[in-house]
């Protein structure tokens, strides 16, 4: 799995919040990785992340934010010639039943589902391609931490948001009343995906009166927040990454081993 869990944070007993109470937003992200040092090194330099080791193996980091887990890299993409990305995991309450709803409605399991004590894990393409991970079982040590501390949110670059929506609402139980899911709005030709008031994903696919775009490679966009996005780029720049679009809110880079992101500004609190 290239991955390590998201409850692999270590959390007090006291902290454990488990997928069976919150379920369908995203709760963790993974990076492959060709170098695992080189990888390390950009982003310490790019978000300032520190490092531990993982309980998967001496092939594993888990980065941390302040302290608290925020995302696992794993040394994998060469060895299991996987390609290089980021992806996203969204709680589920059941691995195996939401595994079986995606491949009912056209999805891939690409891996698993797998047991990662104190869970299970899978990761799944949905019918467009996009790659995305679930996870049931316990979230990490202080739930609401690695939720301020991780990405702002994340976005589906797809060809048909509406379409798309069915498939991972189906798949992941958004919009389905019961409590602890996720609400789905409509909002300027996007979907948009809210857990407890907060947004953690959007689904875009451009122009709702626009025909699909068939140039668009459907995949998962992470969002992190930074305070300085250009001087963001210029870090990505001068420690071997790319810069593929910028603004003074937003830029979209390249990590050196080709992993693409986006680096957002934070919210004034």
Same mark, same amino acid.
């Given at each position: 799995m290239?991955?390590d869990t998201p409850a692999?944070?270590?959390p007090?007993?006291?902290?454990v919040?488990?997928?069976h109470?919150?379920f369908?937003?995203p709760?963790?992200?993974s990076?492959?990785?060709?170098?695992?040092? +080189?990888t %390390?090194?950009f982003?310490s330099a790019?978000l300032?992340? @520190?490092? &531990? *080791?993982?309980k998967?193996g001496e092939?594993?980091r888990?980065a941390?934010a302040?302290?608290?887990?925020?995302?696992?890299i794993a040394a994998?993409a060469?060895?299991?010639?996987?390609?290089v990305?980021w992806t996203p995991y969204? +709680?589920? %309450?059941n691995?195996?039943?939401?595994?079986?709803?995606? @491949?009912? &409605? *056209?999805g891939?399991a690409?891996?698993?589902?797998?047991?990662?004590?104190?869970?299970?894990?899978a990761?799944?393409?949905?019918r467009?391609?996009?790659?995305?991970?679930?996870?049931?079982?316990e979230?990490?040590?202080n739930?609401?931490?690695w939720r301020r501390?991780?990405?702002?949110?994340i976005r589906?670059?797809?060809?048909n948001?509406?379409?798309a929506?069915?498939?991972y609402g189906?798949?992941?139980?958004?919009?389905?009343?019961?409590q602890?899911?996720?609400?789905?709005?409509?909002?300027g030709?996007e979907?948009v995906?809210?857990?407890?008031?907060?947004?953690?994903?959007r689904?875009?696919?451009?122009a709702?009166e626009?025909?699909?775009?068939p140039?668009?490679?459907?995949?998962?966009?992470?969002?992190?927040a930074?305070s300085d996005?250009?001087g963001?780029?210029?870090t990505?720049?001068?420690?071997g990454?790319?810069?593929?679009?910028?603004?003074e809110?937003e830029?979209?880079?390249?990590d050196?081993?080709?992993?693409?992101f986006?680096?957002?500004?934070?919210?004034?609190r």
């Amino acid at each position: 799995m290239n991955h390590d869990t998201p409850a692999s944070g270590g959390p007090r007993k006291r902290d454990v919040i488990s997928t069976h109470s919150v379920f369908g937003a995203p709760c963790w992200v993974s990076l492959t990785s060709r170098d695992l040092e +080189a990888t %390390q090194e950009f982003y310490s330099a790019l978000l300032g992340w @520190r490092w &531990r *080791g993982a309980k998967l193996g001496e092939h594993f980091r888990i980065a941390l934010a302040d302290g608290v887990p925020v995302a696992g890299i794993a040394a994998v993409a060469a060895m299991w010639q996987m390609a290089v990305a980021w992806t996203p995991y969204f +709680a589920v %309450q059941n691995a195996d039943e939401a595994a079986s709803r995606a @491949r009912e &409605r *056209g999805g891939t399991a690409a891996v698993g589902p797998l047991s990662f004590p104190p869970g299970r894990a899978a990761l799944i393409a949905d019918r467009d391609g996009a790659t995305f991970g679930i996870w049931e079982g316990e979230l990490v040590g202080n739930w609401e931490a690695w939720r301020r501390a991780a990405p702002t949110f994340i976005r589906l670059h797809t060809r048909n948001a509406f379409d798309a929506a069915i498939f991972y609402g189906e798949t992941l139980g958004w919009a389905t009343g019961v409590q602890g899911c996720c609400e789905v709005e409509y909002e300027g030709g996007e979907v948009v995906l809210r857990s407890r008031g907060d947004v953690v994903a959007r689904i875009d696919s451009g122009a709702v009166e626009a025909a699909p775009d068939p140039s668009v490679r459907p995949h998962w966009q992470i969002h992190f927040a930074v305070s300085d996005v250009v001087g963001c780029a210029r870090t990505a720049e001068k420690h071997g990454g790319s810069v593929l679009h910028e603004e003074e809110t937003e830029a979209i880079l390249r990590d050196p081993d080709g992993a693409q992101f986006t680096v957002t500004s934070r919210p004034e609190r």
